[in-house]
């Protein structure tokens, strides 16, 4: 199975700070790399698909990109709403795994 | 409404069984591949099972392994998740999802979740 190593998995922020939260897959996946948002006690929500690919409805202060070995999710300027856990998760080989998650806090 | 609907969670003894389901609405089902998802309390997520669209595929995780097993009635709308020899590590909250046909796999659309508890 592909083990995908996310980090760091907790990180304190700022309303309107930048973060960045790095996903590394144990094998090459292509771009076949997706990052979802889970609120507290609500169920997870795509945001960016194919590693950098955005979803519809999704705000564009969220981006991903791709630097071969490391797929990076960025968040720009920080909403209150934005505080939540991230999850990435690869869909190259089934089983298409999940990172440990990245828990936002304020 | 675009929207999946899971029913069916609850508590069970270990070596128990439940049967999950999972009805779509809103749009063509028979279309999309799908997925149960599970998350134990206080944990991230676990992909446990995919299936295809017509049903003749699907693949297990192998902590699931011959005890769960996901199906699909493209008649009636219905995803399922038959869970045999239930043990105490398998509580969690089971959500079923659909990959999308045009993001690479990535999972579009969500359930609002079903809760199995595995305790004696």
């Known amino acids: 199975d592909i083990q995908v190593t996310q980090s760091p998995s907790s990180l304190s922020a700022s309303v309107g700070d930048r973060v960045t939260i790095t996903c590394r897959p144990s094998?090459?996946?292509?771009?076949?790399l997706n990052w979802y948002q889970q609120r507290p006690g609500e169920t997870p929500k795509l945001l960016i698909y194919e590693a950098s690919s955005l979803q519809s409805g999704v705000p564009s202060r969220f981006s991903g990109s791709d630097s071969g070995t490391d797929f990076t999710l960025t968040i720009t300027s920080l909403q209150p709403e934005d505080f939540a856990t991230y999850y990435c998760?690869?869909?190259?080989?089934?089983?298409?795994?999940f990172g440990q998650g990245t828990r936002l806090e304020i | 409404q675009v929207q999946l609907v899971e029913s069916g969670g609850g508590l069970v003894k270990p070596g128990g069984s439940l049967r999950l389901s999972c009805a779509a609405s809103?749009?063509?089902?028979?279309?999309?591949?799908m997925t149960w998802i599970r998350q134990a309390p206080g944990k991230g997520l676990e992909w446990v099972s995919h299936?295809?669209?017509?049903?003749?595929?699907?693949y297990d995780a192998d902590s699931v392994k011959g005890r769960l097993t996901i199906s699909r009635d493209n008649t009636e709308n219905t995803l399922f998740l038959q869970m045999n020899s239930l043990r105490v590590e398998d509580t969690a909250i089971y959500y079923c999802?659909?990959?999308?046909?045009?993001?690479?796999?990535?999972?579009?659309?969500w359930g609002q979740g079903t809760l199995v508890t595995v305790s004696s």
């Open positions: 094998q090459s996946i292509d771009n076949s």
């Open positions: 998760q690869q869909s190259y080989i089934v089983p298409y795994t």
């Open positions: 809103g749009f063509t089902f028979s279309d999309s591949f």
């Open positions: 299936i295809s669209n017509l049903g003749y595929a699907f």
């Open positions: 999802a659909r990959q999308s046909a045009f993001a690479g796999g990535a999972l579009d659309l």
